[in-house]
């Protein structure tokens, strides 16, 4: 910044930061040579102040609140000739840590997520988010329909151009620092894809990456949660299973595969080594209102094991045992309808009731958007000295836990044969009994990801590298101490001011918690051991 341009832009001192004015002019002023963009709004936000754009952002209709005292910033950017996306910012006035958070997106909402932003502006950081070029909820894909360039920005540019401008903003924000010393991703579902592909896109936008339950299989996930509808479509159909029974069926394998991971807590450590009878629930009389049919215990067989088509072709993994089918088979859900409706075929009469596999195959012949984060070498990011932490939940009834493990296997299989140590930059966490991106009935699964009632960031009694993904992930980029394990927390009633329930590592993959002996609800019963 030059000592005109400083002055016209009237710098404030705020503790050992130098600022500029919270102002539009002041945003105009740094985005002046930037002809692309232009400002919507700069408003200043008092300490324990609140900031949102209310239902008008469709996705995130509630404020952040109870913020620092910061600059909440509205950015639009011109991405083609019929295109265009917002992204917000909030830069803390006197509490920034000299470093910059993203955080993305859920579905294929659109909208920017404020309060996301709310809770990592607590840590120090300047954040941002972007509506990725619509406004929608995340389970409306029909703003996609004849709108390609709309889907570039829902796929990669948004993102990537709203990374870029950020720092260039915040760089001439905060004049007297020294810069942004690290930037940081961290997200979920959508906002997971959105983190693996912008590291693809540009090693150098992120020193290090937090992503949860990644929706990176794009064309893969969005079929695969089509047929999964269409297995029980039809309720006259022989093969259909009563949505009323699904909790009974989660219940039973709960019930089985619970006791085979060495401890009876009502949590399935190892879906994925439970040996589940599934004849257990047939009926054994014309009585069929608790119990399944042999055709539809074929329905359910298919929803809980990979779907393999033509030649063998592994499409995408079915759902981990003791999840809970509901989601995903009492109905067709939009998340895979409209996907091929608007985004593959673009055209809203398409039935999706004659999909089949072709589908799958033709969709990836376009893949929409470039979404899909699909280059397993990810070595550029390993050589600019970037860092993933990456979770799943093991009862995901959105996106199957499967998708994150497979994932996981395509960037060994790559790699490894490269001389490469995954655990030298990538490392992974399983969290037994949560759902998508968050909560648990009985597991210990927060840590720091994801709202908590009650706190407004971080885990509250335990705000350090050992519980918190956020402070592991800057502890493991900025000193090279890298988490063997997370310890997650259970709070009662999943809200923080009532304390404690339990506690349990989290083990970097593929090792697992295995108890040991005391108190199961204490960290220190258990330990990260093999599998074998």
């Not at 063998?312 to 003791?322: E, M």
């Not at 985004?343 to 969709?363: I, R």
């Not at 840590?447 to 335990?462: D, F, K, N, Q, R």
Request: charged fraction near 15%.
């Amino acid at each position: 910044m030059t000592r005109s341009w400083a002055s016209m832009l009237g710098l404030v001192a705020g503790g050992s930061l130098v600022r500029a004015q919270c102002a539009p002019e002041t945003f105009a002023a740094i985005l002046a040579d930037k002809t692309e963009a232009t400002v919507n709004f700069a408003y200043a936000i008092p300490v324990n102040g609140s900031f949102g754009q209310g239902p008008a952002n469709i996705p995130f209709p509630a404020n952040a609140t109870r913020l620092p005292a910061l600059c909440a910033v509205g950015i639009k950017v011109k991405s083609s000739e019929s295109s265009s996306y917002n992204f917000g910012l909030f830069l803390p006035d006197t509490t920034w840590n000299e470093r910059f958070l993203a955080t993305g997106n859920g579905g294929y909402g659109g909208g920017i997520n404020w309060p996301e932003m709310g809770e990592y502006s607590h840590y120090g950081f300047a954040t941002m988010s972007t509506d990725t070029g619509h406004l929608s909820a995340p389970f409306d894909g029909t703003w996609a329909l004849n709108a390609p360039e709309t889907v570039i920005d829902w796929g990669y540019r948004a993102m990537h151009g709203s990374v870029v401008l950020s720092k260039y903003i915040i760089k001439n924000y905060y004049a007297g620092s020294d810069g942004i010393k690290y930037s940081y991703y961290a997200s979920c579902s959508t906002g997971g894809r959105q983190g693996l592909k912008e590291i693809q896109v540009d090693p150098e936008s992120f020193d290090g990456i937090s992503v949860g339950a990644p929706a990176w299989w794009s064309t893969h996930l969005a079929g695969s949660t089509l047929w999964q509808g269409l297995y029980n479509y039809g309720a006259s159909d022989p093969k259909h299973i009563s949505p009323s029974l699904f909790p009974a069926i989660a219940a039973e394998m709960k019930r089985q595969c619970d006791p085979q991971d060495g401890l009876v807590d009502n949590i399935v450590s190892d879906p994925f080594s439970c040996d589940f009878d599934f004849e257990s629930l047939l009926c054994t009389g014309t009585n069929s209102t608790t119990c399944l049919t042999a055709a539809q215990l074929t329905t359910l067989y298919k929803f809980y094991n990979n779907w393999v088509d033509t030649n063998q072709d592994f499409v995408f993994p079915g759902v981990t045992l003791g999840t809970d089918a509901t989601f995903l088979m009492a109905s067709v859900s939009t998340l895979g309808s409209d996907y091929f409706r608007n985004f593959v075929y673009n055209d809203s009469t398409w039935d999706y009731t004659k999909f089949t596999y072709k589908d799958v195959q033709f969709a990836d012949t376009i893949n929409p958007g470039t979404a899909a984060p699909d280059n397993f070498d990810l070595s550029p990011f390993l050589n600019r000295g970037g860092k993933i932490l990456k979770y799943h939940g093991t009862a995901d009834n959105l996106i199957p836990t499967g998708s994150s493990v497979y994932f996981y296997k395509k960037v060994l299989q790559t790699l490894r044969p490269k001389g490469i140590n995954l655990d030298d930059f990538y490392r992974f966490f399983l969290i037994p009994d949560m759902g998508h991106c968050s909560g648990s009935v009985t597991g210990p699964w927060y840590t720091g990801a994801g709202a908590l009632t009650g706190s407004t960031h971080s885990v509250p009694g335990y705000e350090d590298a050992e519980h918190d993904i956020i402070l592991a992930l800057m502890k493991w980029v900025e000193e090279g101490d890298a988490p063997n394990k997370l310890i997650a927390t259970k709070f009662v009633n999943d809200t923080a001011t009532l304390g404690v329930q339990s506690q349990r590592p989290l083990c970097v993959y593929p090792k697992q918690a295995k108890y040991i002996s005391g108190d199961p609800n204490l960290p220190g019963s258990w330990e990260c051991k093999s599998r074998y």
